[in-house]
């Protein structure tokens, strides 16, 4: 059997156990020897990291020939326009790449969100909208340079899931021990 720790990384935390001086890492929430991340989020972006006391599954879920889906909620700088949608879903050039296909698609703000320390930008007159985007690779930055492809910078980035894992209940700092 397997243990897994579903943690909620809030922003400014690096996904490592190592300190630095500029940021908190996970070592400031998560006191369980013997268990790394199985993939990152970048210190901008929030949301559901997994960790593992095991070599084979750590592999497994943070493998993208393993086309393991992770799905983010996305704040974005204006409002997303069908071709946009079309695009992201479709695969989009970032740099000389172009991205695998994505779910991609317009929701309303999620309820229960918490709010972000500190807050993001706010410009009176550019609206913000949110997106649910699932993945299956996961590229440096990938979400984020996929919607400034598009013309829609991120804002905000939450990553809700990584397969059938979910963030569920916790709030960010949080986390919780799954047996498989």
Known sequence: MSRLILFNKPYGVISQFTDTSRHKSLKHYISMPGFYPAGRLDVDSEGLIVLTDDGRLQHRISNPKCKLPKTYWVQVEGIPTHKALYQLSHGVTIKNYITQPAKASLIPEP????????????????PTAWLTLTIEEGKNRQVRRMTAAVGFPTLRLIRVAIGDFTLSELLPGDWRMVHI
């Open 111 to 126: 309820e229960n969100i918490w709010a972000r320390t500190p807050p993001i930008r706010f410009r009176k007159q550019i």
